[in-house]
Every structure is written in C-alpha cells, then in structure tokens.
C-alpha cells in the first residue's frame, strides 16, 4: 500500500485548505482510511476518518463542524476539506490506511500500518 499526500501550506487564520491522500497497490474496499496530524513536541493525534466501503466517518472533537474527509472511489483519493482554519490546526498531517478496523481503533494511530509521508499545515494568526 502506498499513500501520497498533498495539499498542505501556509494560509491565514480562518482560511481553508484542502489535503489529498492518493492510494494504490490494492483494492481498498475494505480499509479505513485516517487523518492525524502532529505538531512539534506533541504527540500524533487523530482528526477524521471515513470507511471505504459505505462511507463512514468520523471525527475529532476539535474539528467537527470545521473539517471534511470525503473519498473519490474512481481516483482512490481520501481527502479532507479544512475550513476555519485555526492557528491551532498547525501540524503536520499524515494520511494513514488499515484493514479491517473495527470503531474503537478507528482513532488510535497505533492501529494503522501504511502511511503517507506527510504535508504541513501552517495557519497564521
């Protein structure tokens, strides 16, 4: 499995951006395919996650009502619409997928085995 990344940057306080996630090397009907960002001297924590296979997702408290994962089953992207952007929402954001998991890991970033390398977020206040 390989995940690709992108969409990160530097953009003002309440502004949006738009992270892509492009996966390959299998058929992903079965995975859950996770958000989770880290900024320096913190640990990685989840921000959203959506089921291949019916579209499930979920959230972080501190991003509901703000941020939106969504897929495109033709392209095998993930992606994550992020508005009012916060200076907060400063990390680095990495894409991860795994099979079969069930909702109790869905947030838990030790559950996950593939990841993408990574796209910074800045929000300037």
């Known amino acids: 499995v390989q995940l690709q990344a992108s969409g990160g940057g530097l953009v003002q306080a309440g502004g949006s951006l738009r992270l892509s996630c492009a996966a390959s090397?299998?058929?992903?009907?079965?995975?859950?395919m996770g958000w989770f960002r880290q900024a320096p001297g913190k640990e990685r924590e989840f921000v959203a996650a959506?089921?291949?296979?019916?579209?499930?997702?979920y959230y972080a408290d501190s991003v509901k009502g703000r941020f939106t994962i969504s897929r495109d089953n033709a392209k095998n992207t993930v992606y994550l619409q992020m508005n009012s952007l916060k200076p907060e929402d400063t990390a680095v954001y990495y894409c991860?997928?795994?099979?079969?998991?069930?909702?109790?890991?869905?947030?838990?970033?030790?559950?996950?085995?593939?990841w993408g390398q990574g796209t910074q977020v800045t929000v300037s206040s």
């Open positions: 959506i089921r291949w296979s019916g579209g499930s997702t």
């Open positions: 991860a997928a795994d099979y079969g998991l069930i909702q109790s890991q869905i947030a838990n970033h030790n559950e996950y085995d593939y």
């Open positions: 090397g299998r058929t992903f009907s079965s995975y859950a």
